[in-house]
């Protein structure tokens, strides 16, 4: 069986010494960027390796051009997915800290892997926190794999461009969502980008919403009720997602995709890469 959207501590607990599943650990913060590896260092789901958001999810921001966190070359994913050992029939579980990060870089690692055409990958329900509750094993230290040889098919219908955007933001086809926290969607508390507002003609929809306080997906019905009420009749491939520099966004993504109502697009640029253009118009 192929788990690629989320998986549920009991599935994987089943999985977890399976030598051809590749465990990743997503923990980041943004307040603390070496937080998350000191924090794997310390305790880690045994055999986890570690992906770091900056380093690993990321190419180098270019000022002025690119939002935070610009999406790598496809060359460069590649070489790193397959240095982990993710390859051809490979299954990915990959978890994250609540609330840290929100289980968005965990989804942001979904997403890229899904983007190359690897579709085996799901994100491990409850994260870290949910191991520790459970009272299974951790282990400590650095991890490896034998590498693998990763082979892309890119997605590129998963994908929307700033010029997308632009073009198709008022098109009654076409849904555009903020997955930032209302106030920041609505131009208050912006307290990362030097630009407060959203994207006219998106509409709200913070990704926060998808969870219990305790970091647990919610069940799929409520989800697809959620998502229902957000898109109308828009179809799920006709859904454009953002947030602040195209993480957080892509927990909404993966939310959606488990619902059973398609798959949505990633503005993966977003806010912070739409207000490097001056020509780009603010809402409040």
Not at 132 to 151: D, I, K
């Amino acid at each position: 069986m192929t788990y690629n959207t989320i998986i549920s501590l009991d599935d994987f607990k089943a999985h977890a010494s399976n030598p051809n599943w590749v465990v990743v650990d997503t923990r980041f913060s943004l307040d603390d960027v070496n937080w998350g590896r000191h924090e794997y260092l310390k305790a880690h789901i045994p055999g986890a390796v570690y992906a770091h958001l900056d380093e690993d999810l990321c190419s180098a921001i270019i000022p002025g051009k690119t939002g935070r966190h610009p999406l790598p070359l496809v060359d460069e994913a590649v070489k790193t997915f397959s240095r982990w050992g993710i390859g051809q029939g490979v299954q990915v579980v990959v978890y994250d800290s609540w609330p840290t990060a929100g289980l968005s870089v965990s989804s942001r690692l979904w997403w890229m892997l899904r983007w190359l055409g690897h579709e085996a990958v799901a994100v491990l329900d409850g994260g870290w926190s949910g191991w520790l509750h459970a009272g299974l094993p951790v282990a400590a230290g650095q991890e490896s794999r034998a590498a693998a040889t990763l082979t892309p098919r890119l997605r590129m219908e998963l994908f929307a461009s700033s010029q997308e955007v632009d073009r198709l933001r008022f098109d009654p086809s076409v849904r555009v969502l903020d997955s930032r926290s209302a106030d920041r969607f609505r131009g208050e508390n912006e307290t990362i980008d030097p630009v407060a507002g959203h994207i006219p003609g998106a509409i709200s929809a913070p990704f926060a919403e998808n969870c219990t306080p305790g970091g647990y997906f919610l069940p799929p019905a409520v989800l697809r009720q959620r998502f229902a009420d957000l898109l109308g009749d828009t179809p799920a491939n006709k859904a454009i997602f953002y947030c602040g520099s195209g993480v957080t966004a892509t927990m909404n993504l993966l939310a959606l995709a488990q619902t059973g109502l398609g798959d949505g697009r990633l503005y993966a640029g977003s806010w912070s890469e739409w207000i490097t253009d001056p020509s780009h118009s603010v809402a409040t």
